[in-house]
């Protein structure tokens, strides 16, 4: 059994956001991704997640943040960001995750 905890401080221009959705997921080759477990971040902007999976190879764990930092009216982008391998068995903080800095695989979506 293979483990990891993320944890982090989310923000937006500077801002701290409380009440986001944020989802631990462990990337597989084959089928879908798994999820691992969730959280929204407290009134600090603040989350940590715990996650284990049972793989023959080493776990491929990230975290995807449902957000509407920099976003058009309406629309909401998914940010994704893969944990490192030398965290997994022990704890990836992020410390501070600014959201106005888009990354090339962040997804928007807009009604």
Do not use: W
């Amino acid at each position: 059994m293979q483990n990891v905890t993320v944890k982090g401080t989310v923000l937006c221009n500077k801002k701290r956001v409380p009440s986001l959705h944020v989802v631990l997921h462990e990337k597989d080759t084959i089928g879908p991704d798994d999820k691992l477990a969730s959280v929204y971040t407290n009134v600090a902007g603040e989350f940590q997640l715990y996650g284990e999976e049972d793989e023959f190879s080493s776990i491929r764990p990230y975290i995807r943040i449902h957000h509407t930092c920099d976003t058009k009216a309406g629309c909401k982008r998914i940010s994704e960001y893969e944990v490192p391998k030398d965290k997994i068995g022990g704890t990836f903080d992020m410390k501070y995750i600014a959201l106005e800095i888009h990354a090339h695989d962040d997804k928007v979506k807009c009604p």
